[in-house]
Structure formats: C-alpha cells, structure tokens
C-alpha cells in the first residue's frame, strides 16, 4: 500500500497544488479557460495520440471491454437518476449528477495515473473507456437532462439535446486523436521526426498541467457555488461514484468472464481501476452550459477528487 501511495501522490499533489494556487489567486481565475484551452485542444490530444498510435489496434477495439463497460455505464446512469430524483431535483440535475457518477476523470487523470502504476501497455483499455463515456454516457446524460422543458415539447427538446451532445463530440479533438492515434497504429504509420518531437513534447506537458487545472477548477467552482446544500444532495452520488461503480464494473466483468467472455482479468482489473477514479472535471462546464445546479456537481467532484487519494490507492492495492 506504501509503495502505491507513492506512486499516486505526486498526482493528487498537483491536484492540490492547482487547487491551492486558484483558491490564493496565485493563478487568476481569469487564467484558468487558458489552461483549460491549453490541455484540451494541445497537450492531451498529443498524449492520446501518442498512446494510440503506440498500442496495437486490437487492444483499442476489444468488444468484450466496450459491452462489459457500456451496461455498467447504462445501469450507473439508470440508478443513480432513480435514487436522486426528488422534488428538488429533477430530470436536469439528476441527468448531471448521474453522468458525474459514471463518467470517472480518465483523460485528465487516469491515462496517466494508470499507465505509471500498471504500465503503458493498458492504456489502449482506459482510452476505450473513456470513448465510451465521452460519446455514449455523456450523450444520454444530456438527452435526459431535456425532459424537464415540458411534457409536451420533451421528446424533441431531448432529441434536439443529443443532437448538440454529439456534435460536441465531434468538435471535441481528444476523440479525434485516439481514432487517429488508433488509424497510425493499425497501419504503422509514424510521424516525421520533428513533426513527432512537437507531438511528443506537448504530450509530456499533458500529464502535468491538467493535473494542475482539475485543482485550479475545483477551487474555482467551489468559490463560485457558495449557497447552502444539504449533505445528502451531493455525498451519496460521490459514494456511488467511487465504491458502487468499480464494484459494478468488477461484478459485470466478473459474471462476463464466467459465461465465457473473452474478457482477460488483466484488463478486467484495468476497467476497475478506471471506473474507481474520481469524477470527471468537464460534467462541471456541461452543468453550467445546460443550467443545471453546478454548484452540486462541483461539490461532488471536489468530495471524490479528495476521498479518491485513499480509496483509489486502496482499489489499486485490492486489485494488483
């Protein structure tokens, strides 16, 4: 467990460091979209790009990998909408906090969280799992987020608000990278040597800087959300996220690999361990575009970024 906890520190610790520097102002507030902009559209592109290309193409269309994680996305999604919807929270906050509940951090934190503890050999597992968030779980979430705008009008203002979720996959550039990533590695294609040497220098600045934004975001949206909330409102859908979603993943993957599967355990402890990160960042920026309460999917990023030190350390001692 000693020898873990290093490991995952430095990690955490840059998540600290982000959120103490933006909390202090020693980062503006105002600075924050820049690194933002800076990691999405630059240095995490090239990282993934650079693991595509460099892991076979078998590992990145593994279809065992794609269902096993696709029903446990699905039944994520399904179940924590049915345990949080109440008066207060309808169809639009508990769409959100569901995609926060399924949707763990693997680009900003579990590609290179994982493939410094287990090697980058797994990596090609935790891209397709994070495909699969990015354009299946994060689509659905918003869709259902529609059906608050009337009973009438809620069956188009859902379609219309899949339409948009998908569009901003397809404006996204991290799925672009993998697909071209993945397209290099089928074909053996390499880059030029300076073309790759910018590549692969924006790729080791990834790792580093979006650590640091995670902080520097969490800090900014909980200094923007200060009304009061109950605790019941955001730390049962953290628990779910960083205890029932792994246990799910481990179950399903499980029971797959007994009725004969071709899941291997090695990459069934991958998606486990993907699936046991804390919640993604950027459902942050969807609740505030789509107007839900981001002030209580900001607290539940904040709660399972936190918690995640040990109990991610503690999956990845149970599971390796």
């Not at 926060?100 to 493939?115: E, I, K, Q, S």
């Not at 980058?120 to 968030?133: K, P, W």
């Not at 987020?145 to 379609?159: I, K, T, Y």
Request: a neutral charge.
């Amino acid at each position: 467990m000693l020898q873990i906890l290093l490991v995952t520190f430095p990690f955490f610790a840059l998540v600290l460091a982000g959120f103490v520097a933006a909390r202090r102002r020693m980062l503006p507030l105002e600075a924050i979209p820049g690194l933002n902009g800076f990691v999405l559209f630059f240095a995490l592109p090239c990282m993934l790009y650079r693991f595509g290309s460099t892991t076979p193409i078998t590992t990145l269309l593994d279809p065992s990998v794609i269902g096993v994680y696709l029903v446990c996305a699905l039944v994520m999604v399904a179940f924590t909408i049915a345990i949080t919807m109440n008066a207060r929270i309808r169809w639009n906050d508990a769409s959100l906090g569901a995609l926060v509940a399924a949707f763990p951090n693997t680009g900003f934190m579990g590609v290179p969280l994982l493939a410094a503890l287990m090697g980058s050999e797994v990596v090609g597992i935790v891209i397709l799992t994070m495909l699969i968030d990015m354009v299946v779980t994060s689509s659905l979430c918003i869709a259902l987020s529609r059906l608050d705008e009337g009973e009438g009008h809620g069956g188009q203002a859902m379609l219309d608000a899949g339409r948009k979720a998908l569009l901003g996959v397809f404006s996204n550039p991290m799925p672009w990278s993998i697909v071209l990533g993945a397209v290099a590695s089928a074909y053996a294609f390499t880059l030029p040597k300076p073309v790759e040497q910018t590549v692969w220098l924006l790729a080791d600045a990834a790792s580093p800087v979006a650590l640091f934004t995670i902080g520097a975001v969490l800090a900014r949206a909980q200094m923007q959300s200060n009304h009061p909330m109950p605790l019941s409102d955001y730390v049962p859908v953290a628990l779910m996220k960083l205890l029932l979603h792994p246990l799910l993943v481990l179950a399903v993957g499980t029971a797959a690999i007994q009725v004969g599967v071709p899941l291997s355990p090695a990459a069934l402890s991958v998606m486990v361990l993907a699936a046991a990160l804390p919640s993604a960042s950027n459902v942050s920026l969807l609740a505030e575009r789509f107007g839900a309460d981001n002030g209580r999917i900001a607290r539940i990023i904040l709660v399972t970024t936190a918690a995640a030190f040990l109990s991610f350390s503690g999956a990845v001692a149970l599971m390796t």
